[in-house]
């Protein structure tokens, strides 16, 4: 269902080496591709989703439960640990590695749900049914916005 697709994507998920995350502006099939989504989910199944008020049901839907559904104005802390190739966790190394023997690398990221206007439909039936947002995310003392 939904309108066809008539430029291809701008990179093939298979070619994408790790996505930790995903941010979804709204819900235009434009925005919002469920081949997309299931090939991230199949490639890269830890994957975390982030989408506005009134999308979660859509990924459940789609068989996706990383999904974390927020309001304007709301963050949430997302945590990855790094990992090899098989899955497992791998140990930092520094120049003292006696300090951080056996803990596992970790980059923590702010994801921060922003404010957008823009009408959100997905069919004729479901207009404003659901919130456009933008986002920021914050990491390493550096940020990126993303306005959808």
């Known amino acids: 269902m ?3 697709r008539y430029t291809p994507p701008p990179c093939e998920i298979e070619k994408i080496p790790f996505i930790d995350a995903v941010v979804i502006s709204h819900n235009h099939y434009d925005h ?7 090939k991230i989910k199949k490639k890269h199944p830890n994957c975390q989703f982030f989408a506005p008020l009134g999308n979660k049901k859509w990924f459940e839907d789609a068989g996706i439960h990383n999904v974390t559904e927020m309001d ?5 802390e997302l945590k990855l640990s790094r990992m090899n ?8 190394t520094t120049a003292d590695s006696s300090v951080n023997k056996g803990k596992e690398a970790e980059m923590v990221a702010t994801i921060g749900c922003l404010p957008s206007q823009h009408m959100a439909a997905r069919t004729m039936f479901d207009k404003a049914r659901t919130l456009w947002s933008s986002w920021c995310v914050e990491s390493g003392g550096k940020k990126v916005w993303f306005a959808g």
């Open 85 to 92: 190739s098989d899955g497992q966790n791998t140990e930092v």
């Open 72 to 76: 304007w104005w709301e963050t949430r």
């Open 2 to 4: 939904g309108p066809a």
């Open 32 to 38: 919002l591709s469920y081949p997309t989504v299931l």
